[in-house]
């Protein structure tokens, strides 16, 4: 997968940034140095084009997945982990995801689907990847930011993953905005307060 990797401190974490629809390796860089500008950065563009648009999976409408693709996207990328692990020696135990819109939808799907792919997850604006699946036991810790007003990512799509993963044994947290879709410097800070509590 075409990707950015950044070398930290190997003490620290190595975080997967995820964008949303139209984004690509670069969008999330900056936000990956407002959490951690020690940790190492592995970032991916997503292998699916919409319209020109990078995306990690296809949809058929906007918020209706195609799930055959999801499934072998997901099974890509984390395949992709554990060869980035030995390409660039880290810890494959030391990733922690951080996703916007479409890139927290298949960071929400690495969970569904693996029970070791990631030790935390930060997912902004996510909903449920997929309702037809039992969760493998979680022992990750995930943090939600979603929006009261989201137009593409309905209340009850962050309270119903919350609910599952939490359910599947991951420590979940979850943080309310009100900027729609946006993904909001009020919801980044939010997200270092839990990485700092959670991984300090
Ligand atoms: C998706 O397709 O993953 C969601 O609808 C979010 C997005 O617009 O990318």
């Known amino acids: 997968m ?3 990797f950044k070398q930290g401190n190997k003490q620290k974490p190595v975080f997967l940034l995820l ?6 390796e670069n969008s999330l860089l900056a936000l990956a140095e407002i959490i951690d500008q020690e940790a ?3 970032s991916v563009r997503g292998n699916v084009l919409e319209h020109g648009m990078p995306r990690f999976f296809r949809r058929i409408a906007e918020g209706v997945f195609d799930m055959e693709d999801l499934a072998a996207r997901t099974k890509e990328l984390y395949e992709f982990l554990d060869e980035a692990a030995t390409n660039y020696e880290f810890e ?5 995801a951080i996703g916007y819109s479409n890139g927290a939808n298949i960071a929400a799907n690495l ?8 030790t935390g997850v930060i ?10 699946v039992i969760i493998p036991t979680q022992h990750s ?4 930011a979603a929006g009261v007003n989201d137009p593409i990512c309905p209340q009850h799509e962050a309270t119903d993953l919350q609910t599952m993963l939490a359910n599947a044994g991951a420590d979940v947290t979850l943080e309310w905005e009100s900027n729609g879709h946006q993904l909001t410097m009020s919801e980044v800070q939010k997200a270092k307060a839990w990485y700092e509590q959670s991984f300090a």
């Not at 969970?111 to 990631?118: G, K, P, Q, S």
């Not at 810790?141 to 939600?144: L, M």
């Open 141 to 144: 810790k995930v943090f939600i």
């Open 40 to 42: 190492s950065v592995l």
């Open 123 to 132: 997912l902004h604006h996510p909903m449920v990847p997929n309702r037809n």
């Open 19 to 24: 964008h949303g629809t139209g984004g690509d």
């Open 2 to 4: 075409h990707h950015i």
């Open 92 to 96: 494959r135990k030391n990733v922690i």
């Open 111 to 118: 969970l569904f689907e693996f029970e070791d792919a990631l």
